[in-house]
């Protein structure tokens, strides 16, 4: 094959149908035994030959649209590559946190006093393959591209190093078919291509995947219309994909065994909206039309102030999704801080259609409506944002004793300079006040509280409940005793 697409190993994993478990990915390799760690969060997807079953869905999307310009890619497994590199002209490989510079790598790697992560352990594995440095003797392209392009900027020698010869970032559609050229025609390609305003896809630009994805995963629009200062989606149009579209993609996982699927979007209760406020038709259509086909539907973003908005909307969506087989539904969602000050200044869309003043309300609105629906979100609070005061830390560890009783894992995460605050310096663990560590252990006291209970959902129906359930336990216990060494946990 000329063209070759992959992913690393931590990308190649179903999670166990749970997408929010492969979070897990961004802990350091010093917990549990590493194969251990790995069966517990990121077991290995099925292949044949090689070839994966599913794969990453961003990854699905560039394989589709170099299909529809006539070439002939191949999605393999990174640990099958020896295979099928003898031909190979271009080794296309998709990112999401090759470095563990996001979020949630940063947080964990800085608390836990280690360098790396289990993601960046295996991006950097593919690299030290012979079969690789072989390869590119003979003239092999190394295109990199997803959405964590945006750290090999922080790399530029590890660039160098592996003769990487294109990284893109951003939305490729409209551009990889011509790079894709050049690099099989061995011309020189630039190294690094930032996707241009008018260079984004438009919806009819956009294809239809032709392989089953993940977990199900399925696009459902792409853009923000919230704003928020410190996030790189924002910067993007909004783009809501029509229902004929989606279908289409469903039953082509659904054609491939899959019965859990994830509608993916940064607001998935803004779909077919062109503001703020739920367009409440076009959300209980794509409820039926998910339920239709898989037996277990979720959701990958939502916002508070959405479902705040119309509190009756997740009522009725609930008693579409939830039945016999799907006892919960849930999504991540950005609490951010618990401060109105902090609001109005880093995201003043994101209470939108209230006020900035109306934040903390509008977040406990939110959690009331979700308890009472089954809705249990994986919410983020950012710590270290460069307009935060004392006071805007205080305000969040209020609102999170306020939010005690709400069936939620709620995850703190330092600070990362991306989106229109790119040019701020990164939060790191020395700046860390007594209030910032007392938000910490509130954060963490709230997240034990509820996890036990959330792992107990996840695995019903499992044949191997029992065996694993005990041991991601001693997972958080681990957790739980590096993070109190590190003088952060009671």
Avoid at 77 to 88: C, F
């Amino acid at each position: 094959m000329e063209i070759l697409l992959t992913a690393d190993r931590t990308l190649m994993s179903t999670y166990h149908d749970n997408e929010f478990i492969g979070f897990g990915t961004t802990a350091p390799p010093y917990i549990l035994p590493e194969w251990l760690y790995k069966a517990l969060f990121f077991p290995p997807l099925p292949t044949r030959d090689g070839i994966p079953t599913f794969a990453p869905y961003g990854l699905r999307k560039i394989e589709a649209q170099l299909i529809n310009e006539g070439f002939n890619p191949l999605t393999v497994d990174s640990d099958s590559l020896k295979r099928y590199l003898d031909d190979t002209k271009v080794l296309a490989i998709h990112v999401m946190d090759p470095f563990g510079l996001g979020p949630s790598s940063t947080t964990l790697s800085r608390i836990l006093k280690t360098g790396e992560t289990y993601s960046s352990k295996y991006f950097r594995a593919i690299f030290e393959k012979p079969e690789i440095k072989e390869a590119q003797k003979r003239g092999l392209k190394i295109i990199i591209g997803g959405p964590g392009a945006w750290q090999l900027k922080y790399r530029p020698k590890f660039l160098e190093e592996h003769q990487i010869d294109c990284v893109i970032e951003g939305e490729a559609e409209r551009i990889i078919g011509d790079l894709f050229r050049r690099a099989l025609k061995g011309d020189e390609l630039p190294s690094f291509y930032e996707v241009g305003i008018k260079e984004v896809p438009s919806l009819e630009e956009i294809p239809d995947i032709r392989r089953p994805s993940i977990n199900g995963l399925i696009e459902i629009g792409r853009g923000c219309c919230r704003g928020c200062d410190f996030c790189q989606v924002t910067l993007r149009p909004l783009r809501w994909y029509p229902l004929e579209k989606i279908e289409r993609e469903l039953k082509l996982n659904t054609r491939s065994g899959i019965r859990h699927m994830i509608f993916h979007a940064e607001d998935v209760l803004l779909y077919g909206s062109k503001n703020t406020i739920p367009n409440r038709e076009k959300i209980l259509e794509l409820s039926k039309l998910g339920k239709k086909y898989a037996l277990y539907v979720n959701w990958s973003h939502a916002s508070m102030a959405a479902v705040a908005a119309d509190t009756k909307l997740m009522e009725e969506t609930a008693e579409i999704l939830i039945d016999e087989t799907q006892e919960t539904f849930g999504a991540e969602m950005g609490i951010e801080t618990g401060s109105a000050e902090l609001v109005k200044k880093a995201m003043r869309a994101k209470a939108h259609p209230f006020k900035p003043e109306q934040w903390p309300e509008v977040v406990k609105t939110a959690a009331g409506v979700m308890t009472d629906n089954n809705f249990v979100p994986a919410c983020t609070l950012i710590v270290g944002l460069p307009q935060e005061t004392d006071d805007d830390v205080v305000k969040t560890i209020e609102l999170m004793d306020d939010l005690k009783d709400f069936k939620s894992l709620i995850v703190p995460l330092f600070f990362v300079p991306v989106g229109r605050l790119k040019d701020e310096d990164w939060f790191r663990t020395e700046r860390l006040s007594d209030l910032q560590k007392e938000l910490l252990l509130a954060c963490m006291r709230h997240d034990v509280r509820w996890v036990y209970d959330l792992l107990q959902t996840n695995m019903k129906g499992k044949w191997y409940r029992g065996f694993v359930n005990p041991l991601y336990r001693l997972f958080i216990r681990l957790v739980k005793r590096k993070a109190r060494k590190a003088g952060l946990v009671f």
